[in-house]
């Protein structure tokens, strides 16, 4: 039984748009906020986007607020993360997780899925 799996990766031209998709199990997902965290080469995890578990409030880091949109689908124990005007500097590995944002803890993670954005 899988967690937490990112997809949608890829390689993109400055300006374009990619959808990052996080498919989890009922155990990892229901009643959970979920997160999108990042990584780039020689840089730390940084925070990028969260959820809640109802999909009503969600946070985003002010390098990607107005650009990016995270969602979820409840019934398909699906979260999303749509990048929109997308910048060479959001290349990195894009994480999917699951926990309490409250407390920022996240107890499940996914292996990550490479976005590399050329200029």
């Known amino acids: 039984q899988v967690d937490v799996v990112e997809s949608g990766g890829g390689l993109v031209q400055a300006g374009s748009s990619l959808r990052l998709s996080c498919a989890a199990s009922?155990?990892?997902?229901?009643?959970?906020?979920m997160a999108w965290f990042r990584q780039a080469p020689g840089k730390e995890r940084e925070f990028v986007a969260v959820?809640?578990?109802?999909?009503?409030?969600?946070h985003y880091a002010d390098s990607v607020k107005g650009r990016f949109t995270i969602s979820r689908d409840n019934a398909k124990n699906m979260a999303y993360l749509q990048m929109n005007s997308l910048k060479p500097e959001d290349t990195a590995v894009y994480y999917c997780?699951?926990?309490?944002?409250?407390?920022?803890?996240?107890?499940?993670w996914g292996q990550g899925t490479q976005v590399t954005v050329s200029s």
């Open positions: 959820i809640t578990w109802n999909g009503r409030n969600t």
């Open positions: 009922a155990r990892t997902f229901t009643w959970y906020d």
């Open positions: 997780a699951s926990g309490r944002a409250e407390i920022d803890q996240y107890d499940y």
